[in-house]
């Protein structure tokens, strides 16, 4: 803990550490300096001058260096001039007039100077009703202007800096939130100002336009409405908005978000989300959230969406009760009941995973996890400890990112990662290829693709490194499964737990591993005992399946093939798939924006979410349709409150020990302050009223014994001449069936592209740019070829998710 | 009282009758062959207003909404764009619903509006025989267009309407301010 310094603002005495700005000292005693350009989670710049106040020092004797007192207290020097509050940074004994008539004068004249050329278009702004300029003008504002009209400086007011965010030249105040945001937060210098003077504008210096997936929080930290978003452009006025909490589901970060809703009339009078704003959460997203988690909830409003309950007749998919398509499947489920194999992702909640465990437990069938990585049971066994915040990580810890692309797989984690860098965290990442995350690190380790566990072990070797490491005070690490299959992902988790273990990383706060996973809830779904099945395609040949929100068979041909051969087919999902099609009986579900329910994060946090808009049609939520099915098969669960089902699952399981959806809704006060009354200081992020979340106790912080066993090195996979070995990587925009359906990403899914080293390609005859047909284990497809110099020779990078089946590393054929 | 005085009173109310009825000029209109103007600051049904160009004066920024103590306004807005373009700027009202039901006729939505483009008219001739009849939409509030050629949605030359709200004046010259 820094030293503390005490200070009186507007006759109020502050204690406050030492090196605070006079702003952030007096908010945190509840006075309001108005700023613009001043923003706590920023480097002060003293840009804009709003936040002029008089500053007085006690006076010190020249000769002594003594405080001169004066009728015992010391006297005060105040400067001639007002000075800028957030600039100053306090000192012992200050004394801060903010409302004096000098002060208040001085902020007068920032305002109305600042509106000299501001266009005041309010009523079409989508800023207007939330927009610090706006309140701050009508509290400090001096209500009339003193300057010419005529000489109001016009600039261009539809600007696009990219395909998501518009700027509109004219209302920008040159505060440069928005350029200091990219260079300081996101680390992706891609804003600038251009020209000078009146004539001062921002501008995007990157190709593709602001080419960053943070761009989203510009607009949340603008303090006016020059950077707006293009989802919502004129969507509605913030004031028509309602407001309520959630949890972005694109990846296991876990954001939490506010979802803003309205009735409309283009949309058939049905309520309808408008769009999804960060909440705070300094422990997990901070105020931030990435473009992908602002732009991409459109899925849940697809015309793809399942209403109502279908049922095979005469090989075509008909509509049909409930009653008639739930006992279908529960029949056939307990006809075959030896054959019983439910098939389900981390897309649904704790409570839908844990009733469908139940389910299949109770029935006798196998509950696999719909997922192509392992290692779940390690980071339940060494996870991070209850209390993790990467935000607080820094001087004296340590970060390994191991086989992950966290700026494409989980961005919020990589702009944390990177700033527990930025204040003095040891950040080692280990990948075959060079990552954004690079740049950070202190030690970049490159290893080839196969070789993912023998770095890890190789840590136990004295190096540099590795000393570094151990002796860290902290230590967390990321594993993802870039270029690992299920068996390469275990073994790597695996052999970063034993890491962990003998450095002593582990059963502690800022301690742990964390799994990068694909899906919002992987996590929660290992809790609850869901496991990944490495031969899926034997484990569903000739089955009876119960698949629930997962599509096998749009994205692999071989799954496809293998569920064509099984007995009966159920299907559990909210949109139509290729799967559903090939389905017995399809049951509707809801989608995370009409139901309640909870997601563990990667961090093991669990998380409540509320239902936001009507459900669409006649779906259920996940855990209710399953209940019925149990039912139907004489099996008692329970499927109507949402809150029980997890009262249940707390009981049943150990990690979820004391949990309750009271304790998972509960809030503590978090700085900075955000939100309504706040917008001018910490922007238009939510303020958390509906639940922080709670993280689980992982069993090394329990004091249980740790025992990980040692993984046997894989053969690895040797391509013969004229061969390539092709992995799997992880893109964030990718052509997932979440993120498809939104229109606006398109530009940046891009099309199918592998990646070959120049020396590869040369020798292959192709070009950045080229066609080139790919052949491997059954699929082959004709993809774009793209070149980074970075990834050994004799290697091709297959992204996931993009139309190419690629389960884990292969052997292809590129021509 | 005399026997007489009754017989003299009911006379005299007679004759005033009689009077009233040859001399006097009749008060009763003739309703609804015949109206009467209103008075110039009468609050009727609403109309929403065009430019003389014909471009719609509302811009949808949903303030009347705002501002309206009944609830009784709806309003969506959409984007312009010079091939089909509503009213100047970026911004108009795709859909503008007034449930008369429920107007209180205050006229808080013509002061609110920022380009004068909702007026309470002098039509109080509303009369509805179904719910739904009573919400008025787009079509039924806004005037018709100055002429054929002049309506809405309509091309107009590129970059030739980039303001929603006319430019701004100085308020002195309208007697406010100092």
Redesign the interface.
């Known amino acids: 803990m820094s030293k503390l310094v005490t200070l009186t603002i507007d006759g109020k005495q502050a204690v406050v550490p030492e090196g605070m700005t006079v702003v952030d000292a007096a908010k945190s005693v509840g006075i309001d300096i108005p700023v613009f350009c001043h923003h706590p989670k920023l480097e002060p710049v003293g840009m804009c001058r709003m936040c002029l106040v008089e500053i007085g020092r006690p006076m010190l004797d020249r000769a002594t260096g003594q405080v001169v007192m004066d009728n015992g207290l010391p006297k005060i020097q105040f400067m001639p001039k007002l000075e800028a509050a957030c600039t100053n940074r306090v000192s012992e004994g200050m004394v801060v007039m903010t409302i004096s008539d000098k002060a208040k004068e001085g902020q007068r004249g920032t305002i109305e100077f600042l509106l000299t050329s501001h ?6 702004c989508d800023k ?1 009703g939330e927009c610090p300029l706006q309140n701050l003008t009508m509290a400090f504002g001096p209500g ?1 202007s003193r300057f ?3 000489e ?1 400086n016009h600039l261009e ?2 600007v696009p800096l990219g395909e998501l965010i518009w700027l509109d030249r004219e209302r920008c105040i040159q505060c440069a939130r928005c350029i200091r945001f990219q260079d300081e937060v996101a680390g992706e210098a891609v804003l600038g100002f251009d020209e000078r003077g009146r004539n001062t504008q921002i501008v995007s210096l990157s190709t593709p336009g602001f080419d960053s997936v943070f761009s989203g929080n510009t607009t949340d930290i603008c303090p006016v409405g020059a950077l707006t978003t293009a989802d919502f ?5 913030p ?2 908005l309602k407001a309520q909490a959630s949890i972005c589901t694109q990846c296991p970060v876990g954001c939490n978000t506010t979802i803003n809703t309205r009735r ?3 949309s058939a009078g049905e309520i309808v989300v408008k769009r999804v704003m960060p909440r705070q959460n300094e422990e997990v997203n901070e105020i931030w959230l990435c473009d992908k988690g602002r732009f991409a909830y459109h899925f849940t409003e697809s015309k793809k969406r399942l209403t109502r309950p279908l049922v095979r007749k005469d090989e075509k998919l008909a509509r049909a009760s409930w009653s008639t398509a739930v006992n279908l499947a529960a029949e056939n489920f307990v006809k075959f009941k030896k054959d019983f194999v439910v098939l389900a992702s981390g897309r649904l909640a704790n409570e839908d995973l844990f009733n469908l465990k139940s389910l299949a437990d109770t029935a006798g069938g196998r509950a696999i996890l719909y997922s192509d990585m392992g290692g779940g049971d390690i980071t339940s066994l060494v996870g991070v400890g209850q209390g993790t915040n990467i935000g607080t990580m820094g001087r004296g810890d340590a970060i390994l990112v191991v086989a992950s692309d966290l700026y494409q797989e989980a961005p919020i984690w990589w702009l944390r990662v990177k700033q527990a860098a930025d204040r003095g965290a040891t950040l080692i990442v280990a990948n075959p290829r060079e990552t954004k995350l690079d740049k950070f690190a202190k030690y970049v380790i490159r290893y080839a693709y196969g070789d993912e566990v023998k770095t890890i072990n190789d840590f136990g070797r004295k190096t540099k490194i590795s000393d570094e490491f151990a002796k860290a005070k902290n230590a967390i690490v990321f594993y993802g499964n870039e270029g690992l299959g299920f068996h390469g992902s275990s073994g790597l988790a695996s052999a970063c737990g034993i890491l962990l273990k003998e450095t002593g990383h582990i059963g502690k706060p800022n301690n742990g591993l964390v799994g990068v996973w694909q899906r919002v809830n992987d996590q929660g779904a290992w809790e609850v005992g869901f496991h990944p099945e490495p031969d899926l395609e034997k484990a569903l040949k000739g089955k009876v399946v119960y698949i629930v929100g997962s599509d096998p068979v749009g994205d692999d041909p071989a799954l496809a093939k293998a569920l064509r051969g099984a007995k009966f087919v159920a299907v559990q999902d909210i949109l139509e798939t290729a799967t559903t099609e090939i389905a017995d009986v399809v049951f509707p579900a809801q989608a995370y924006t009409e139901r309640e329910g909870t997601f563990t994060s990667g961090e093991r946090r669990v998380q409540r979410f509320y239902a936001v808009v009507p459900a669409k049609g006649d779906s259920k939520p996940d855990f209710s349709i399953t209940a019925q099915i149990a039912k139907g098969m004489g099996v008692i669960l329970e499927g109507s409150s949402v809150s029980v089902v997890f009262d249940i699952l707390v009981n049943s399981l150990d990690a979820f020990a004391d949990l309750s959806y009271e304790k998972l809704a509960m809030v503590h006060g978090q700085f900075p302050i955000v939100g309504r009354g706040d917008l001018y200081y910490g922007g238009t992020t939510y303020q958390n009223t509906q639940g922080l979340g709670i993280q689980l106790v992982p069993s090394a912080q329990t004091g249980a014994a740790v025992h990980i066993s040692k993984v046997r090195k894989e053969a690895a996979l040797r391509p013969k001449e004229n061969e390539l070995l092709a992995v799997p990587v992880n893109k964030l925009y990718d052509r997932g069936v979440t993120v498809n359906p939104t229109q606006l990403l398109d530009q940046r899914v891009g099309e199918a592209a592998i990646t070959l080293h120049p020396l590869t390609a040369g020798e292959l005859g192709l070009e950045a740019g080229a066609r080139a047909k790919i052949k491997f284990d059954g699929v082959s497809a004709e993809v774009t070829v793209k070149i980074d110099d970075s990834i050994s020779t004799g290697v091709t990078l297959v992204p996931r998710s993009m139309g190419l089946t690629i389960r884990e590393p292969v052997v292809a054929k590129v021509k | 009282m005399g026997v007489f005085e009754p017989v003299i009173e009911l006379g005299r109310g007679l004759a005033e009758t009689l009077r009233s009825f040859l001399f006097e000029k009749t008060v009763t209109v003739q309703y609804p062959e015949e109206k009467r103007a209103v008075h110039p600051r009468f609050r009727g049904r609403h109309v929403l207003k065009r430019y003389e160009n014909g471009l719609e004066k509302c ?5 009347c ?2 501002a309206c103590p009944s609830d009784a306004i ?1 309003v ?4 312009n764009t010079d091939e089909k373009r509503f009213s100047p ?3 108009y009202a ?2 503008y ?1 007034i449930n008369m039901l429920r107007c209180i006729y205050c006229g808080f939505c013509e002061d609110a509006c ?2 004068e483009a909702i007026v309470l008219g002098d039509n109080y001739e509303l009369s509805f025989t179904d719910r739904r009849d009573a919400i008025y939409t787009k079509d039924t509030l806004l005037e018709p267009a100055p002429a054929e050629d002049l309506t809405t949605p309509r091309k107009v030359e590129a970059g030739a309407f ?4 006319p430019e ?4 002195s010259a309208y007697g406010l ?2």
């Open positions: 266009p005041l278009d309010c009523p079409v207007g009339r010419i009209y005529d109001k007011k539809q452009r004129f969507g509605a006025r004031w028509e409309e009339a283009r | 811009i949808g920024c949903s303030l909404a705002a709806f969506e807005a959409s984007e700027g970026q911004r795709s859909t619903e920022p380009t980039t303001r929603s709200v701004m004046q100085n308020p301010g100092k």
